[in-house]
């Protein structure tokens, strides 16, 4: 299985930027934004996306932490084994706010599913979008994202790897083939 760097440090902060920007661009109102990430690449992107809006806009925006794991409709559980603990971590109202999940990679569209039922079980927002640092395609849902780092069209026996330096201690995305 060959594993080749396809996006680097500096490309990767750059989409990150240009995610950053679009949010800015079509939200009037930032003060009524927030970000939740996606155990676990999604939490370290949020975190980057709400410092870079308060580098160029000067405005703190929450962040939260999101788990699915219980939300999954692709992971079983045998009966008989207790479910994962939930970690997920909103410290805030999501009441009437602009709610942007954010994720490293959408492929099939699950984990974004997910993603909308655990929002709607912590409360009401306003609106949810989506922001991927990589689509890769192959869509099992009607699910799309609004902000896109990169389009990375891949075949199902491709898997895109992100890592981000606060987890993997390095900023790239790869692309591995698998059997």
Same mark, same amino acid.
């Given at each position: 299985?060959?594993?080749?760097?396809?996006?680097?440090?500096?490309?990767?902060?750059? $989409?990150?930027?240009?995610?950053?920007?679009?949010?800015?661009?079509?939200?009037?109102?930032?003060? =009524?934004?927030?970000?939740?990430?996606?155990?676990?690449?999604?939490?370290?992107?949020? @975190?980057?996306?709400?410092?870079?809006?308060?580098?160029?806009?000067?405005?703190?925006?929450?962040?939260?932490?999101?788990?699915?794991?219980?939300?999954?409709?692709?992971?079983?559980?045998?009966?008989? @084994?207790?479910?994962?603990? =939930?970690?997920? =971590?909103?410290?805030?109202?999501?009441?009437?706010?602009?709610?942007?999940?954010?994720?490293?990679?959408?492929?099939?569209?699950?984990?974004?599913? $997910?993603?909308?039922? $655990?929002?709607?079980?912590?409360?009401?927002?306003?609106?949810?979008?989506?922001?991927?640092?990589?689509?890769?395609?192959?869509? @099992?849902?009607?699910?799309?994202?609004?902000?896109?780092?990169? =389009?990375?069209?891949?075949?199902?026996?491709?898997?895109?790897?992100?890592?981000?330096?606060?987890?993997?201690?390095?900023?790239?995305?790869?692309?591995?083939?698998?059997?």
């Amino acid at each position: 299985m060959t594993e080749k760097k396809i996006v680097d440090e500096m490309t990767l902060k750059r $989409a990150l930027t240009r995610i950053t920007y679009e949010i800015i661009e079509r939200h009037k109102d930032l003060d =009524n934004i927030v970000l939740i990430g996606i155990k676990t690449r999604g939490i370290f992107l949020a @975190e980057r996306i709400a410092e870079r809006m308060k580098q160029l806009e000067d405005k703190d925006i929450p962040v939260g932490e999101l788990d699915i794991t219980l939300y999954r409709d692709d992971h079983h559980v045998p009966k008989h @084994e207790e479910p994962s603990v =939930n970690d997920t =971590n909103v410290p805030f109202s999501i009441e009437g706010k602009e709610v942007i999940l954010v994720d490293d990679v959408i492929f099939t569209g699950r984990t974004i599913r $997910a993603a909308l039922d $655990a929002v709607m079980d912590i409360g009401r927002p306003e609106s949810i979008s989506l922001a991927v640092l990589v689509d890769r395609g192959h869509r @099992e849902l009607p699910i799309r994202a609004d902000y896109v780092g990169k =389009n990375i069209p891949t075949s199902k026996k491709e898997q895109i790897i992100v890592s981000v330096k606060e987890y993997d201690g390095k900023d790239e995305i790869s692309i591995k083939q698998i059997t």
